[in-house]
């Protein structure tokens, strides 16, 4: 990921613009502090595309949610390192959008995943949901999103930064890297390992049938295969970075 050149200042960007370049910022390690006032005092004007476009919306909530695990990582590690870090971690606030502070926790389950609990195996509505969610919130849930997200954890896929015309073109591309390197098939036990992000998040997928639909249409199983789905245990290992060359 490259920075573009731009004349512009801070506030002349779209929001999409500014989560993009918060990102690229951690990647480079530049200063961060004028790009999240710039998302924090953005307007609901401001937002009126990640409102009303479905690629907008995948591609700035994604940089988000990246961007603020960067953030908590690198000023709130023991957040992470905590054995409370499903709630310490999960719910600080990681990123201000329009006024409000937006913990990782809201950014997945209540936006991107369209107000979805993260409990249930991906089948339950998450129970409390902000009037910033619901005016924010994707319709529907787009089960690659599993596949861009870094929450810090070794196990987690690799870091893009995202932009509105080219990103189901880069969601493709990182669960079909990602399930390369996770998913292996073996025919003789009839048997495929997978992520365990496949059955934290069954329900996104559309259960087991839905989990082998999907696999194949990444290639990671032949068409005519109806394997046995075991997943793969998680490492949480802290791993800050993580970022695609």
């Given at each position: ?23 690229l910022a951690h990647k ?91 409990y249930g195996l991906g089948?339950?509505?998450?129970v409390y949901v902000t ?115």
């Amino acid at each position: 990921m490259s920075r573009p050149a731009s004349a512009t200042t801070q506030s002349d960007r779209s929001p999409t613009t500014l989560a993009r370049e918060l990102l690229l910022a951690h990647k480079l390690g530049e200063p961060t502090e004028d790009l999240r006032s710039a998302l924090a005092t953005a307007t609901a004007e401001d937002l009126h595309r990640v409102r009303s476009d479905r690629r907008t919306a995948l591609a700035f909530w994604l940089n988000c949610y990246n961007a603020g695990t960067q953030h908590l990582l690198a000023e709130h590690p023991e957040l992470y390192e905590s054995p409370l870090r499903f709630v310490r971690f999960f719910h600080a606030p990681a990123v201000s959008v329009a006024g409000a502070a937006l913990p990782l926790d809201r950014i997945e389950n209540g936006i991107l995943r369209g107000g979805r609990s993260k409990y249930g195996l991906g089948y339950l509505p998450k129970v409390y949901v902000t009037d910033f969610e619901r005016r924010y919130r994707l319709e529907d849930c787009d089960p690659r999103l599993h596949f861009a997200l870094n929450c810090g954890a070794e196990s987690c896929p690799a870091i893009r930064a995202y932009e509105p015309d080219r990103v189901d073109d880069q969601l493709d591309l990182a669960t079909r890297s990602y399930l390369d390197a996770t998913v292996a098939y073996d025919p003789g036990t009839n048997v495929v390992r997978v992520p365990r992000v496949f059955l934290w998040f069954r329900g996104d997928f559309g259960g087991r049938t839905g989990i082998r639909s999907f696999l194949k249409s990444y290639g990671a199983l032949p068409g005519d295969a109806r394997p046995k789905i075991r997943y793969r245990s998680w490492d949480w290992s802290k791993a800050p970075g993580g970022f695609v060359e």
